[in-house]
Structure formats: C-alpha cells, structure tokens
C-alpha cells in the first residue's frame, strides 16, 4: 500500500502532556524511550484527539512517515494491535499494511486483530446501535 506523507502538526503538543502520562514516558508501539514523541493518526481531526494520537519513538515515528521499515524489526506490532487505545491499534495496522508482505502469517494474523480494512486503513466500521447516528 502506498502510504501519503502528512506533515504532523504543531498543536499535536498540546496533547504532550496527557500522552507523557498515558504512555509512561515510552513508544506506545515498541516500549522503546528513545525519544518519544507524539503522533497524530491521519487524516486529522479539527482538534488533536487522543484516541488519534499517540507516543511514538524515533524509529516507529520514521516508519510512521514512510521509512522503509524491515519486517524482522517489527514483530512487536503483532502485540502493539492489541492495545485497547485505538490510535495504537491504529498506527499498528497502518504500519502492517506497509510491510511489503502482508501475507507473511504473522501480518495477517495480526491484521486481523486489529479489524483495519485495508482499503481504507480504517477501522472496519461497527454497525451502530439505533438512535446513536452521528447526524
Ligand atoms: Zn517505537
């Protein structure tokens, strides 16, 4: 899949705070603390959301933006899909649809957990319940 490059933007700051606390000072993907910083899912909302948010490090904020990434290296996204904060689960897929074999078993399990569509790399919409329409 063909990823689009989006330009984080700077009011992604004003959730530093709550994500510092939410993710313990540590890449929500990979645990790593080499320099985690927060990342917005794209496309953005009008206002930084948490759910679309998270704390990444430098090598997951490079993959993130495009960087060839080398499967052996990110096997720990077969667990980071199973996080129950949606921007990680998110950001997981996403980062899955990416590897250049997704019928490798491991990435197609782990597709599966995270219930992404690849088509749209979103979360497969759930059938809402009645009265709960968004319009
Ligand atoms: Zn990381």
Do not use: I, N
């Amino acid at each position: 899949m063909a990823r689009k490059k989006t330009k984080q933007r700077p009011q992604v700051g004003l959730l530093g705070k709550l994500l510092t606390r939410r993710s313990g000072g540590r890449c929500e993907l990979c645990e790593s603390r080499d320099a985690p910083f927060p990342w917005e899912v794209p496309p953005f909302p009008t206002e930084p959301d948490p759910d679309r948010t998270l704390m990444a490090c430098g090598r997951c904020r490079a993959w993130l933006d495009g960087a060839e990434m080398r499967p052996v290296e990110a096997y720990f996204l077969s667990g980071a899909v199973w996080s129950e904060l949606p921007a990680v689960k998110l950001a997981a897929a996403r980062l899955l649809l990416a590897v250049d074999d997704p019928e490798d078993p491991w990435v197609h399990d782990a597709l599966d957990a995270a219930d992404v569509d690849p088509a749209t790399g979103e979360f497969r919409v759930v059938v809402s319940e009645p009265g709960s329409a968004e319009w």
